[in-house]
T-cell receptor, first 119, second 113 residues
Framework: GAVVSQHPSRVICKSGTSVKIECRSL??????MFWYRQFPKQSLMLMAT?????????EQGVEKDKFLINHASLTLSTLTVTSAHPEDSSFYIC???????????????FGPGTRLLVL | ELKVEQNPLFLSMQEGKNYTIYCNYS?????LYWYRQDPGKSLESLFV?????AVKQEGRLMASLDTKARLSTLHITAAVHDLSATYFC?????????????FGKGTKLSVIP
């Protein structure tokens, strides 16, 4: 099946620093990537939808200036948490949509997640 | 706004028993997914259900979809400890072509030996 990677898998940083998380589709082209955040014992919450070559669409309540998303190519999207604070500590998961799949077979492939801890 | 409700949220069951997890959603959707998540891990895709009456089975898990009732079930047969995990259903909202997934809150399943 399709593979999506994330890097890093785990990061610890000091409050006030910025952290970049990469999401790559390894064996397919992804016109759309999604970024989710999951707090402990909670469900996944969609943060933003990232389309290659255009600005990301953020969900209500997600600060676009704090969570910078760049989708510069069909295989790479990045999420940068700027000026991170302890409340940003979470599990961040990306997913990628395969552009080659027919619409009714379209599916999202999930990355392994990045655990962010802000001290 | 699409809402997805799962129940129960917590399920503790003995090995060998059967049980069903329910997933209700509020608006018409193209497809429904079931995922498994182990602690500290990402999501593992279990099933995708595309049409009314769809039924899929893999091992001790069987998923079904009733689009008229906007209900999907995940049935566990003769549970074993290895099935302990959190199970999420997710529904595609295809408004404006966005293909967003909306997740239920998850059902944490604990299978007791």
């Amino acid at each position: 099946g399709a593979v999506v990677s994330q890097h890093p898998s785990r990061v610890i940083c000091k409050s006030g620093t910025s952290v970049k998380i990469e999401c790559r589709s390894l064996d397919f082209q992804a016109t759309t990537m999604f970024w989710y955040r999951q707090f402990p014992k909670q469900s996944l919450m969609l943060m933003a939808t990232s389309n290659e070559g255009s600005k990301a669409t953020y969900e209500q309540g997600v600060e676009k200036d704090k969570f910078l998303i760049n989708h510069a190519s069909l295989t790479l999207s990045t999420l940068t948490v700027t000026s991170a604070h302890p409340e940003d500590s979470s599990f961040y998961i990306c997913s990628a949509r395969d552009r080659q799949g027919r619409p009714f077979q379209e599916t999202q492939y999930f990355g392994p997640g990045t655990r962010l801890l802000v001290l | 706004e699409l809402k997805v409700e799962q129940n129960p949220l917590f399920l503790s069951m003995q090995e060998g028993k059967n049980y069903t997890i329910y997933c209700n959603y509020s608006t018409t959707s193209d497809r429904l997914y079931w995922y498994r998540q182990d602690p500290g891990k990402s999501l593992e895709s279990l099933f995708v259900l595309l049409s009314n009456g769809a039924v899929k089975q893999e091992g001790r898990l069987m998923a079904s979809l009733d689009t008229k009732a906007r209900l999907s079930t995940l049935h566990i047969t003769a549970a074993v400890h290895d099935l302990s995990a959190t199970y999420f259903c997710a529904v595609v909202y295809s408004g404006a072509g966005s293909y967003q997934l909306t997740f239920g809150k998850g059902t944490k399943l604990s299978v007791i030996p």
